[in-house]
């Protein structure tokens, strides 16, 4: 290699291999090869995915028999032999009540009105106070205070309220999931590209015109951020809450377990709290995100 | 009778009145003076070219004007009513595009007439055909990402052009990011609907050639602080000839002008002719 070519090296190699399709000169060449293209990630994607679950099953297994632990960390094998029993409802030493839908079922509901609650109010209200100073001048030291107590001190305050019911389960989600929906809210309308606001005023967008069609498609990214946290957190909470205060769902299940020291159904309630989890995720976030944020290739600052 | 008198009278009241304004704004080390003094007036349909160096004040005059900026001092009269805030009976193009990333081109366009609930379809009607004059009719349905540099500039300007009753538009360099040839396409298309239905525009720019092409009368501004430097009467009738002898002696007499005015030593010279007065 001689000194001149030198300079040429890096940028020879800074050319992406995408570049090269071979033959693909038409829209339709390129499409088709962005097709294949992006399967290929997907099927890569799945195929890391698995690898790591599997490592994790194995990891898992081995511990389980090694150290002869199958009282307290049943095998794998056995944890999905369960799941499988339990949703097929084969009541095999089934200790719980009714059958698990039922408990899923609850827990669902209760974690879905805590949610939708939370979302109706903080939603709107982060908007409000993240675009009004008045506004926030009153409320934000409110908030502030109360947003100090972690969710789990409420419930003894909801028993007392509300007795052992859904209601009282369905406060302490309430109160777990409003925060991460308010300040993130708040903040994404607080910190919206001056410009936008000016936009829409120029315009003629003025109170709620402008919130409906300004505000709230702008703040949308740091929304569905909130939102994310929020459902976790509502999951959390509703299975601590129905453990206290219940004596139906998931959360109750699990208590129930430990009682009779039945490792395996717990860790089998555990998982099916993760599949809910994962699904409702998928199912509000995943949606509304696709709608929105996708589609306008907006995000977070 | 005295109805047709008043009629008359809003006729020759120029639509802005601009006196003493002066404005501030906080920097990171002290106040920044970024307008000083600025008195002018915009009559009735002109079309008022301002140009002048980068920092002078033109963006900061203009937003005094639509409204999104309080002067620090002076008072500014819209059809001798005192601004007191933004709204669609002015059209405004930013500096930069500051489009809506969750609206399509279209109904960028439309936004300002559906603000105002014109109905329906005729707004639609309205923005697609101004979409199609600005050359954007083959993208009307894509998102603002999914457009070029220029592009949403061109949906900037046709979203102020859409308004129906703006009698004033307000454009800060609105083609500055747009190629040569498509710029002066955009400006004969900006003065031929300005000669249909004649409005009073204020456009910024930084481009003497534009100036001269578009403008009634141009004002040059001074930097440090941003006041009015001079007008210069542009009386060519249109459309005008980029190549005429006249057309290119008032841009070397503007563009020496403005050379001047950046260069500090002309503000001592002033200031000891003042006093020599
Ligand atoms: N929001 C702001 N905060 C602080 N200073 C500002 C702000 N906006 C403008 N300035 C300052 O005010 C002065 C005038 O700014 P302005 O944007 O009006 O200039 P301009 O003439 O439009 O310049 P350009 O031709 O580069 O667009 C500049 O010195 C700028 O730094
Ligand atoms: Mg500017």
Request: proline share 5%; hydrophobic share 45%; net charge positive.
């Amino acid at each position: 290699m001689t000194t001149q070519d030198a300079p040429y090296l890096p940028v020879r190699s800074a050319i992406p291999k995408t570049i090269a399709i071979k033959g693909a000169r038409s829209a339709e060449d390129f499409a088709d090869y962005e097709k294949t293209k992006k399967r290929k990630l997907m099927i890569r994607k799945l195929t890391r995915g698995t690898i790591g679950l599997v490592g994790l099953l194995v990891v898992w297994h081995l511990m389980s028999v090694a150290y002869d632990l199958q009282l307290i960390l049943p095998t794998p094998w056995a944890v999905l032999r369960r799941v499988g029993g339990m949703l097929m409802m084969d009541n095999t030493r089934w200790l719980y009540g009714p059958n698990v839908y039922t408990h899923l079922a609850v827990s669902f509901q209760r974690a879905m009105i805590g949610f939708g609650l939370a979302a109706v109010i903080a939603i709107p209200l982060g908007l409000l106070i993240g675009r009004v100073t008045s506004m926030r001048e009153f409320i934000q030291p409110i908030i502030t205070a109360f947003y100090q107590v972690p969710g789990i001190a409420w419930i003894p305050l909801a028993i007392l309220w509300f007795g052992l019911s859904d209601k009282a389960v369905i406060f302490v989600v309430f109160m777990t999931a409003f925060f991460p929906l308010y300040y993130s809210t708040e903040a994404g309308a607080r910190q919206i590209n001056p410009i936008l606001i000016d936009a829409g005023s120029c315009f003629g967008a003025k109170g709620f015109g402008m919130f409906y069609y300004v505000v709230l498609p702008a703040t949308v990214p740091h929304i569905t951020t909130g939102m994310r946290i929020a459902l976790g957190g509502a999951w959390r909470m509703i299975v601590a809450g129905e453990m206290l205060a219940s004596s139906q769902g998931i959360g109750y299940m699990l208590m129930e377990a430990r009682f009779h020291f039945r490792a395996v159904d717990l860790m089998t309630a555990m998982i099916l709290i993760s599949i809910i989890g994962y699904l409702t995720e998928l199912l509000i976030v995943r949606l509304i995100e696709k709608r929105t944020v996708e589609k306008w290739e907006i995000k977070t600052n | 009778m005295e109805r047709r008198m008043g009629a008359e009278m809003s006729q020759q009241n120029p639509i802005i009145r601009a006196e003493h304004v002066d404005h501030y704004y906080e920097g990171q080390n002290g106040w920044i003076h970024a307008l000083s003094d600025v008195s002018l007036e915009i009559p009735r349909k002109e079309f008022l070219c301002v140009i002048g160096p980068s920092g002078c004040g033109k963006s900061t005059f203009l937003k005094i004007i639509a409204g999104l900026v309080q002067p620090s001092s002076g008072t500014v009269l819209l059809n001798e009513a005192p601004i007191l805030g933004p709204g669609p009976d002015r059209g405004i193009v930013f500096q930069e595009p500051a489009l809506f990333a969750w609206r399509t081109v279209l109904e960028n366009v439309e936004f300002g007439l559906q603000m105002q609930k014109i109905p329906k379809a005729e707004t639609r009607k309205r923005a697609q055909s101004i979409l199609e004059i600005v050359g954007l009719g083959h993208v009307m349905n894509l998102y603002p990402y999914q457009l070029s540099g220029g592009m949403r500039h061109r949906v900037a300007v046709a979203r102020a052009w859409a308004l129906p009753n703006a009698d004033l538009l307000l454009m800060d360099e609105p083609f500055s990011a747009i190629d040569a040839i498509n710029r002066m396409t955009l400006q004969d298309y900006l003065i031929d609907t300005w000669m249909q239905e004649k409005r009073t525009v204020l456009y910024v720019t930084h481009d003497i050639d534009e100036a001269v092409y578009l403008a009634d009368r141009i004002l040059l501004m001074r930097p440090s602080p941003g006041r009015i430097g001079r007008y210069f009467q542009v009386d060519m009738p249109r459309k005008r000839d980029r190549n005429s002898a006249e057309f290119n002696a008032l841009k070397s007499l503007i563009t020496e002008e403005m050379h001047k005015s950046a260069d500090p030593s002309e503000d001592l010279l002033d200031a000891v002719a003042e006093i020599n007065q």
